[in-house]
């Protein structure tokens, strides 16, 4: 049966050739030009500001379930009790998951911020917005995460679930008893500018990593979790006030 879907058409136009020497030419001199490795090794933040800032506790690192224990029990779980959870617990999914944890310092005085997971040139475009329902010690509403201050920033407050619950009609018990759902969002921005077409392969790759992280961390806290792709875009969107242009929803991480 003949495939007609518009996937095909992207994958087509996304694909890297021998010809492509404008491309290799471009993320070359981008690669070593001092200037602009200076300002794109800092990625700016989309959301949230230092007036509304609310620091995560650090230093918590109150598990003990092995990698490998996390990677073999890990299953997507939607039977969720309602249960508040942890403030250490929640920051420490965090921070495991996407805090910066290292700076590569080069030759040329550039100082490179990395997480702990990959990146196409390690721009991030993948950030990550929580929605705090039932998470012990924060008011519920939703907030952006900073991952280099590990903090978070509110967005906003006021009749979040009704939104919600639009936005994701098949899921409203498991929203109701979550205790935070995160959003992970492209920010085509901070990518396309070097690798034009391809930036939207790379960015779900990226989005992958990341979600598992989430994933595995939650499972090591005996927490139940599980990614939904169930959601109106245009909705989520809305929802975290996100400026389309060139930010979208991407992915959703149900946790209890």
């Given at each position: ?5 518009e ?8 694909k ?7 491309l ?18 800092k ?5 949230g ?16 379930t092995?990698?490998?224990e ?6 997507s ?11 250490e ?12 944890n ?22 991030y ?44 009609p ?25 690798y ?19 994933l ?7 927490l ?5 792709g ?23 991480i149900?946790?209890?």
């Amino acid at each position: 049966m003949e495939n007609n879907y518009e996937f095909n058409v992207y994958h087509e136009s996304s694909k890297l050739r021998e010809n492509d020497i404008e491309l290799y030419s471009w993320i070359g001199l981008i690669n070593s030009d001092t200037k602009i490795r200076n300002v794109i090794s800092k990625p700016y933040l989309s959301a949230g500001s230092k007036n509304n800032e609310v620091s995560l506790p650090d230093n918590n690192n109150k598990n003990e379930t092995s990698l490998q224990e996390s990677i073999v029990t890990r299953r997507s779980n939607r039977n969720f009790d309602g249960e508040e959870c942890e403030l250490e617990v929640f920051s420490d999914i965090l921070k495991y998951s996407a805090k910066e944890n290292s700076i590569m310092k080069y030759g040329d005085g550039v100082n490179w911020a990395f997480r702990p997971y990959p990146s196409g040139g390690g721009l991030y475009p993948i950030e990550m917005y929580v929605y705090v329902n039932n998470v012990q010690k924060l008011d519920n509403g939703i907030y952006y995460y900073n991952p280099k201050r590990h903090s978070l920033s509110e967005i906003e407050n006021i009749n979040l679930i009704d939104k919600l619950e639009s936005a994701m009609p098949t899921l409203e018990n498991e929203i109701k008893k979550s205790s935070f759902i995160v959003f992970l969002v492209s920010n085509m921005n901070k990518m396309s500018f070097k690798y034009m077409e391809r930036s939207y392969r790379f960015a779900l790759l990226e989005c992958g990593h990341l979600a598992q992280n989430i994933l595995l961390l939650t499972n090591s806290y005996n927490l139940k979790s599980f990614p939904a792709g169930a959601f109106i875009d245009d909705k989520v969107n809305n929802f975290l006030n996100l400026d389309t242009s060139h930010s979208n929803i991407q992915y959703i991480i149900l946790n209890s």
